[in-house]
């Protein structure tokens, strides 16, 4: 069962238990106070979670190879050869060491779904994670998730305004439309 406490908005805190209970809140405070009334912590079953956030990049002096690295270190099932090949299929190669200032929209939330990709969580959220996406970068994060959609432990939540027509199709455990 999939249960959700707060509606999602920008800047939320993320907790999910082994059971898939999920908690969203504005900040850490609340999603602890939250956590506490219904007896769980972020930690309670070793669930790993990763929610895309926007890449910080204004006036930000990392590289996108340097944050990559920082990621990197929060995920014991990182997979760094899975995130240099999608480094490269997602046309990055030339731009992973470049401030992240100078990363496009586009460029930025690719770097997103490497590192969400990459990290091995056994839950992921995607909000519009085709937003601001090239059409061969669309197509290759489609493929993704549909190779993905049958993975035995991990899952994958996708939020967006509109069904891409690649998913009319694909075998996905649950459809809700708001």
Same mark, same amino acid.
């Given at each position: 069962?999939?249960?959700?406490?707060? %509606?999602? @908005?920008? !800047? $939320?805190?993320?907790? &999910?238990?082994?059971?898939?209970?999920?908690?969203?809140? +504005? #900040?850490?405070?609340?999603?602890?106070?939250?956590?506490?009334?219904?007896?769980?912590? %972020?930690? @309670?079953? !070793? $669930?790993?979670?990763? &929610?895309?956030?926007?890449?910080?990049?204004?006036?930000? +002096? #990392?590289?996108?190879?340097?944050?990559?690295?920082?990621?990197?270190?929060?995920?014991?099932?990182?997979?760094?050869?899975?995130?240099?090949?999608?480094?490269?299929?997602?046309?990055?190669?030339?731009?992973?060491?470049?401030?992240?200032?100078?990363?496009?929209?586009?460029?930025?939330?690719?770097?997103?779904?490497?590192?969400?990709?990459?990290?091995?969580?056994?839950?992921?959220?995607?909000?519009?994670?085709?937003?601001?996406?090239?059409?061969?970068?669309?197509?290759?994060?489609?493929?993704?998730?549909?190779?993905?959609?049958?993975?035995?432990?991990?899952?994958?939540?996708?939020?967006?305004?509109?069904?891409?027509?690649?998913?009319?199709?694909?075998?996905?455990?649950?459809?809700?439309?708001?």
């Amino acid at each position: 069962m999939l249960s959700m406490t707060f %509606a999602p @908005s920008p !800047g $939320v805190a993320i907790t &999910v238990t082994r059971g898939l209970n999920l908690i969203l809140a +504005q #900040d850490e405070e609340t999603l602890a106070a939250v956590s506490r009334q219904i007896g769980i912590t %972020a930690t @309670s079953d !070793g $669930v790993s979670h990763f &929610v895309p956030l926007d890449v910080v990049r204004e006036a930000n +002096q #990392d590289s996108g190879e340097a944050w990559l690295n920082d990621i990197s270190g929060r995920y014991a099932t990182w997979n760094a050869n899975l995130a240099k090949d999608l480094i490269d299929e997602f046309g990055l190669e030339e731009h992973i060491g470049k401030p992240l200032y100078m990363f496009s929209l586009g460029s930025a939330r690719k770097l997103n779904l490497i590192a969400a990709f990459a990290a091995g969580a056994d839950f992921n959220v995607f909000k519009q994670p085709f937003a601001a996406l090239d059409g061969p970068s669309r197509q290759l994060l489609a493929e993704i998730l549909l190779e993905s959609s049958d993975h035995p432990k991990r899952a994958f939540i996708v939020a967006d305004y509109t069904q891409p027509p690649w998913m009319l199709n694909a075998p996905l455990a649950s459809r809700y439309k708001i």
